[in-house]
């Protein structure tokens, strides 16, 4: 009884994880699509932190090093390059926050690792942390 039971708590944790995993890249990239381009705030944010701190008091061993945010073109390719160039800046269709090389670490039996696939959420860029007539600002 006593494994069962310990069984279907680790099964929790775990579905837990996973969608907090994917509610921090939607979070994440809901936020780069409307802050200014790579705001460190973003990925603060994305692992639930709002203090400014790194690590996320939510989900063990999830930090901000974790977070890949990408800025896509029109054909979801990702951009590379000085995206403060307006030239750069104008081709941003896209944002995608996903969350890499996360290993999830199992309590019960005897402490076995799961790496986590990626759960990328890709969101349309809306503003980009510049309201209309009014200079940039900070998230």
Excluded: K
């Amino acid at each position: 009884m006593m494994l069962c039971l310990l069984g279907v708590i680790e099964v929790s944790r775990l579905l837990f994880v996973i969608n907090t995993l994917g509610e921090s890249t939607r979070r994440g990239a809901r936020l780069a699509a409307v802050c200014p381009v790579n705001d460190p705030a973003i990925a603060q944010m994305a692992v639930f932190n709002s203090s400014g701190g790194t690590n996320s008091p939510i989900v063990n061993n999830l930090t901000t090093g974790n977070v890949l945010l990408e800025y896509l073109d029109v054909a979801g390719t990702p951009i590379g390059g000085n995206l403060a160039d307006p030239a750069v800046y104008a081709t941003i269709a896209y944002v995608r926050v996903q969350i890499q090389n996360y290993v999830h670490q199992w309590i019960f039996p005897g402490g076995l690792t799961f790496n986590m696939p990626p759960q990328p959420s890709t969101f349309p860029r809306e503003s980009l942390g510049v309201p209309r007539n009014e200079p940039i600002q900070a998230c």
